[in-house]
């Protein structure tokens, strides 16, 4: 079984970037966190990465529901989206899938927390699929 729901975008990566911040936040999600893999990575190993941004999205409303039903999942929050370079004109977006995300979680109560968090990440990728064959 996959952690991960991902695309893989024909598209620069600081398009890719900008458009995966506009696809989440056209699903309800803020980003709360950005981490620069690539420059963390060089900064503390001197080892080169390709192009990455983990960006931590959250729904503010889902992760409130899932903490009411659960206080220790917010171990596990925010949804980690990382965008990737794959070379000059192609990118992977992955997030991290909200069912693995429950598979740690020892409760079916957060079970629709999980799918409307899946169903919101999944139509944010297709819709970065959508943009990447416009171009």
Known sequence: MSFTISRTLAMPYDDALAATREALS????????????????????D????????????????????????????AVL????VVRSLGDATTQVEAFDPDAMMGLADTGALDSVAADARQRL????AALSALAEED
């Open 122 to 125: 999944t139509a944010a990728l």
């Open 47 to 74: 080892v080169d990465l390709p192009s990455q941004m983990i960006l931590g999205a959250c729904r503010p409303a889902l992760a409130y529901e899932a903490i009411q039903v659960d206080p220790s999942i917010a």
């Open 78 to 81: 925010p949804c980690n989206v």
């Open 26 to 45: 056209g699903e309800g999600f803020g980003i709360l966190t950005e981490i620069d893999l690539a420059a963390t990575m060089k900064a503390k190993l």
